[in-house]
């Protein structure tokens, strides 16, 4: 499943990061890497973007960069 797909308060292991360039590179800078572990933590109220908890903090992305993110629920 993709990381947007997690439902909230659920968690998951990053498995892949798909795509190239900038979009891919932020979400890593942001310590979203393979084994990484994240929670989706808090929708908006409209939906997007929602605040995910990777490594103690708390991040936000919007649903067109969580659908680059492979995770395992865990």
Do not use: N
């Amino acid at each position: 499943m993709t990381l947007d797909e997690l439902p909230h308060r659920s968690r998951a292991v990053v498995v892949r990061i798909d795509g190239a360039g900038p979009g891919r590179s932020r979400v890593m800078d942001l310590g979203l890497l393979p084994g990484a572990e994240v929670t989706a933590h808090l929708p908006s109220p409209l939906g997007d973007p929602t605040a995910y908890l990777v490594r103690g903090c708390l991040i936000a992305l919007r649903r067109d960069q969580a659908r680059l993110i492979q995770v395992r629920a865990t």
